[in-house]
């Protein structure tokens, strides 16, 4: 089955720098990777996500890529502010009707004043 | 407003003793799913419901049952066969089961057995 790794498990940057964050999964029919922000006390919502037929997307300061060949995805989130704050899943899923999504371990990124 | 609910925020429980976790939603969608929530763990599966009267088994079901009798309504029994219960406990929704990759959470409910 899929496994999604997720690197760091913390990550503490200075405000208004960026921050990175990592993950491979496993299988290569995975085409769909959302990412998930979680505040404190609050359930994850779904921030941004890539399919497998694009390299890059972008939605304001946040951008997710995706090497299909490594079978790597990340999250980068620039001009960070502090309501950055937060846990981030990402995931990995097929677009099959009987397919579940699966969560990476999160990512608790601290942005330091 | 749409979403999901569930109730309460927190929840105490003694050992040995049944509980129900409420999940309630308005969005009008077919699927529902209940994970569990532990520091360093990330979510793992319960149990999903990809439509009403219909229920699958998760990563992580044993000690857990559910109901789906209504399309809004989806709620998980923590039995006392559950060896460690104490978690946070999140439900959420997909338009179906298709769209199983986009789904809303709700707020959760953290559950503490004693």
């Known amino acids: 089955g899929e496994n999604v790794e997720q690197h760091p498990s913390t990550l503490s940057v200075q405000e208004g720098d960026s921050a990175v964050i990592k993950c491979t999964y496993s299988?290569?029919?995975?085409?769909?990777f959302p990412w998930y922000k979680q505040e404190l006390g609050k359930g994850p919502q779904l921030i941004i996500d890539i399919r497998s037929n694009v390299g890059e997307k972008k939605d304001q300061r946040i951008a997710v890529t995706l090497n299909k060949t490594a079978k790597h995805f990340s999250l980068h989130i620039t001009e960070t502010q502090p309501e950055d704050s937060a846990v981030y899943f990402c995931?990995?899923?097929?677009?099959?009707?009987?397919?579940?999504?699966?969560f990476g371990k999160g990512t608790r990124l601290h942005i330091l004043p | 407003d749409g979403g999901i609910t569930q109730s309460p925020k927190y929840l105490f429980r003694k050992e040995g003793q049944n509980v129900t976790l409420s999940c309630e939603q308005n969005l009008n969608h077919d699927a529902m799913y209940w994970y569990r929530q532990d520091p360093g763990q990330g979510l793992r599966l319960i149990y999903y419901s990809q439509i009403v009267n219909d229920f699958q088994k998760g990563d992580i079901a044993e000690g857990y049952s559910v109901s789906r009798e209504k399309k809004e309504s989806f709620p998980l029994t923590v039995t006392s066969a559950q060896k460690n219960p104490t978690a946070f406990y999140l439900c959420?929704?997909?338009?179906?089961?298709?769209?199983?990759?986009?789904?809303?959470f709700g707020p959760g409910t953290r559950l503490t057995v004693t």
């Open positions: 995931a990995a899923s097929k677009r099959n009707r009987d397919d579940k999504i699966i």
């Open positions: 959420a929704s997909s338009k179906d089961s298709f769209r199983h990759y986009e789904q809303y």
């Open positions: 299988d290569s029919a995975s085409n769909y």
